[in-house]
């Protein structure tokens, strides 16, 4: 489409909401962004389309009976535009390398948030899935292969898993007794999955990974489900 002018989505979206408050400063104001700036937009379209899509007045704007038909075509193309866009993101998502991690608990808040943020910064592209499950549901998942390895409390009886302590239990002040529960990784020693030898290592005091300020990809925790977002966290 050589001599085809494309329409520029982020117009659109300036025209749809102008039409819908009847008013291009209260347009502005949802994008956060100038009145001259939308208007200016909005104007730049018009001169592409080759015909006016509001009457303006002192009152505020009102769509043309010529625009009318051109707004409904505009918002299926952007409703459509952000499915693609969702599309677009599982696809990304569904292609990156993955990593399951099992938890108990607020997985951020608890004994393993430095160790999870130094693995999301060193792999700033891997898809961290991180499944919030009880105790009890916790090893019978990593039994079933669900997770590539577990965080829970140190000290679970059953040898068929390796386990790296990473948390040690608090002592009390100017005591040995200890207060709380130590926490450890714990994986299958038959899993080969490369990631997971590299959070094992960082959980075994391996290299730093450098500054964690550059926002990579973490995991958004939800009730027992799973789901990856551009979130700061750590």
Same mark, same amino acid.
Request: net charge positive.
């Given at each position: 489409?050589?001599?085809?002018?494309m329409?520029d989505l982020?117009?659109?979206?300036y025209?749809?909401? $102008?039409?819908?408050?009847r008013?291009?400063?209260r347009?502005a104001g949802?994008?956060? =962004? +100038?009145?001259?700036?939308?208007? #200016?937009k909005?104007?730049r379209?018009?001169?592409?389309?080759?015909f006016?899509?509001?009457?303006r007045?002192t @009152?505020?704007a009102?769509? !043309?009976?010529?625009?009318?038909?051109?707004?409904?075509? $505009?918002?299926?193309?952007l409703d459509?535009?952000g499915?693609?866009?969702?599309? $677009? =993101?599982?696809l #990304?998502?569904?292609?990156?390398?993955?990593?399951?991690?099992?938890?108990?608990?607020?997985?951020f808040?608890?004994?393993? @948030?430095?160790?999870?943020?130094?693995?999301?910064t060193?792999?700033p592209?891997? #898809?961290?899935?991180g499944?919030? #499950?009880?105790? +009890?549901t916790l090893?019978?998942?990593?039994?079933?292969?669900?997770?590539?390895a577990?965080i829970?409390p140190a000290?679970?009886p059953?040898?068929?898993?390796s386990?790296?302590?990473?948390?040690?239990p608090?002592?009390?002040?100017?005591?040995? @007794?200890? =207060?709380g529960?130590?926490?450890?990784?714990y994986?299958?020693?038959g899993n !080969?999955?490369?990631?997971?030898h590299?959070l @094992?290592?960082i959980?075994?005091?391996?290299p730093?990974?450098?500054?964690?300020?550059?926002?990579?990809q973490?995991?958004?925790?939800?009730?027992?489900?799973?789901d990856?977002?551009s979130?700061?966290h750590?």
């Amino acid at each position: 489409w050589p001599h085809v002018r494309m329409i520029d989505l982020s117009h659109l979206a300036y025209v749809l909401a $102008a039409a819908e408050q009847r008013s291009f400063s209260r347009a502005a104001g949802g994008f956060q =962004v +100038k009145q001259s700036t939308l208007s #200016r937009k909005v104007a730049r379209l018009e001169d592409q389309l080759g015909f006016r899509l509001f009457e303006r007045t002192t @009152r505020g704007a009102r769509p !043309t009976p010529r625009a009318r038909l051109f707004l409904a075509e $505009a918002r299926e193309l952007l409703d459509r535009a952000g499915r693609l866009e969702q599309q $677009a =993101v599982a696809l #990304r998502r569904a292609a990156m390398p993955r990593l399951s991690l099992g938890y108990v608990g607020d997985l951020f808040s608890g004994a393993g @948030r430095q160790a999870v943020c130094d693995f999301l910064t060193l792999h700033p592209d891997v #898809r961290l899935e991180g499944h919030e #499950r009880g105790p +009890k549901t916790l090893f019978a998942e990593l039994e079933a292969k669900h997770v590539d390895a577990v965080i829970a409390p140190a000290g679970h009886p059953d040898a068929r898993w390796s386990s790296q302590i990473f948390a040690e239990p608090l002592l009390e002040a100017g005591g040995n @007794r200890p =207060v709380g529960t130590g926490h450890a990784l714990y994986w299958s020693p038959g899993n !080969t999955n490369p990631l997971l030898h590299s959070l @094992r290592s960082i959980v075994a005091g391996g290299p730093a990974v450098g500054d964690r300020a550059g926002n990579p990809q973490l995991l958004q925790q939800k009730s027992n489900q799973s789901d990856i977002a551009s979130a700061d966290h750590c």
